[in-house]
T-cell receptor, first 110, second 113 residues
């Protein structure tokens, strides 16, 4: 079967660093995506990984290990506005289907 | 402005009624999708379409129907056969080349009353 696992909730302090993990088991692999979703709003694209390694984009970085079926999203210099859900999604062998995890709700405290 | 437009934003449905959610995109994207999100849950795929006049069932297609008569439009009908339709519905689209990310519309809230 196909499965994507993320922690349900995480908390962190403003200015700190937080790492959100994602493990996946899918039929084939054609890329992993991270999205941010504020409550009641649509998800917005954060990052895309298809090869092993780290992709950095400002305060956000995403890492992928295909052999381990593992990714993480790293958020640095946390701000209050980073409080949101973070969704991990994998494109499997069918390149037109994107499978989402249940998301990790991150709360940033002052 | 380019983007994906969903309407209505909020919709109330009486039991036994069919309702249609609109999704229009002017990004010239090939593929379009409908996802459902329940409170505190991830996104589940209802239907998707890779080209005009063709679409495929996703993981939870029962009780829903779609059409793709134009490249820019992909309406979703929630039929009376869908027993628990109250949810947040998200339309999305992308170019078909591998690696291209999916972009989402603003979403539509459907509530059964």
């Amino acid at each position: 079967g196909q499965n994507i696992d993320q922690p349900t909730e995480m908390t962190a302090t403003e200015g700190a660093i937080v790492q959100i993990n994602c493990t996946y088991q899918t039929s084939g692999f054609n890329g992993l995506f991270w999205y941010q979703q504020h409550a009641g709003e649509a998800p917005t694209f954060l990052s895309y990984n298809v090869l092993d390694g780290l992709e950095e984009k400002g305060r956000f970085s995403s890492f992928l290990s295909r052999s381990k079926g593992y990714s993480y999203l790293l958020l640095k210099e946390l701000q209050m506005k980073d409080s949101a859900s973070y969704l991990c999604a994998v494109r499997g062998s069918n390149t037109d289907k994107l499978i989402f995890g249940t998301g990790t709700r991150l709360q940033v405290f002052p | 402005d380019g983007g994906i437009t969903q309407s209505p934003k909020y919709l109330f449905r009486k039991e036994g009624q069919n309702v249609t959610l609109s999704c229009e995109q002017n990004l010239n994207h090939d593929a379009m999708y409908w996802y459902r999100q329940d409170p505190g849950q991830g996104l589940r795929l209802i239907y998707y379409s890779q080209i005009v006049n063709d679409f495929q069932k996703g993981d939870i297609a029962e009780g829903y129907s779609v059409s793709r008569e134009k490249k820019e439009s992909f309406p979703l009908t929630v039929t009376s056969a869908q027993k628990n339709p109250t949810a947040f519905y998200l339309c999305a689209s992308r170019f078909s080349e591998a690696g291209n990310t999916i972009y989402f519309g603003e979403g539509s809230w459907l509530t059964v009353v």
